[in-house]
């Protein structure tokens, strides 16, 4: 009998020791079951290094499967390639929906474009840093430094006007809209991740996109048999809200 684990998304997390964070490990296992379940966790790194000890309980409390790749030549990174082929033997299982990288690193970009012409998902993680090729190669892609606590909505949180913001609600609104200007928010969301994989609206100190619409004043919002929809604001209030 089929239950929802079943249907859930199976994807394969790889972690870059060397580039990630082991504070943020918590932050990043609880934001990939928004995506699916996690049947394959691991992470690569040199780990007879002094600079990955701090590790061991983060790895334990998330039964995340460390995988020892020694430097064997100064300048070359050993993780990076040991991850990239274990990447592609997972992908050739065709067991798997989608890929969850984590790593600031743009030696990424490659495994992360061919994983999608497999028609599989990616994830990324990774810090804001993280050079513009990998994120926009990734299909979503999360900063870590949006997880945790600061992740959670403000209750006081400022009227947006960032003039970046409107241009992707504007585009994604033009293109999903019906005839009277309205779109459903969720095809709205959806459009402007295809046109920017970082996009979060937690960026903007929300957590919920819908609370985020709210906030944008040239943005009108409504509910509709438990729907969001939302629209531009025109310079004449129509009388029809329909």
Not at 118 to 129: D, N, P
Not at 141 to 146: Q, T
């Given at each position: 009998m089929s239950n929802n684990f079943e249907k859930s998304p199976r994807l394969a997390v790889l972690?870059?020791?060397?580039?990630?964070?082991s504070k943020s490990i918590p932050h990043i296992m609880e934001e990939i079951t928004k995506f699916g379940t996690a049947h394959v966790r691991r992470i690569y790194g040199d780990w007879s290094s002094k600079l990955l000890s701090g590790w061991k309980d983060v790895l334990l409390d998330h039964s995340i499967q460390p995988?020892?790749?020694f430097a064997y030549t100064t300048g070359k990174n050993a993780t990076d390639i040991a991850m990239i082929i274990n990447a592609m033997d997972l992908m050739y299982t065709e067991r798997f929906d989608g890929f969850c990288l984590v790593s600031s690193d743009s030696d990424f970009t490659p495994l992360a474009a061919r994983i999608r012409e497999?028609?599989?998902?990616?994830?990324?993680?990774?810090?804001?840093?993280t050079p513009k090729p990998f994120v926009e190669t990734c299909d979503k892609?999360?900063?870590?430094?949006?997880l945790g606590p600061q992740s959670t909505?403000?209750?006081k949180a400022k009227p947006v006007t960032d003039s970046r913001l409107f241009h992707y609600f504007k585009a994604a609104i033009d293109a999903t809209s019906n005839d009277s200007g309205w779109a459903a928010l969720g095809g709205v969301g959806s459009h402007i991740n295809?046109?920017?994989p970082d996009f979060d609206s937690r960026t903007w100190g929300h957590s919920k996109l819908s609370d985020l619409a709210k906030s944008i004043p040239k943005v009108e919002t409504k509910h509709s048999?438990?729907?969001f929809y939302v629209r531009i604001k025109t310079a004449k209030k129509k009388a029809d809200q329909k």
């Open positions: 972690i870059d020791a060397d580039n990630t964070p995988i020892q790749q497999q028609s599989l998902t990616v994830y990324g993680f990774g810090q804001q840093k892609f999360i900063y870590l430094e949006l909505e403000s209750s295809k046109q920017a048999d438990s729907h």
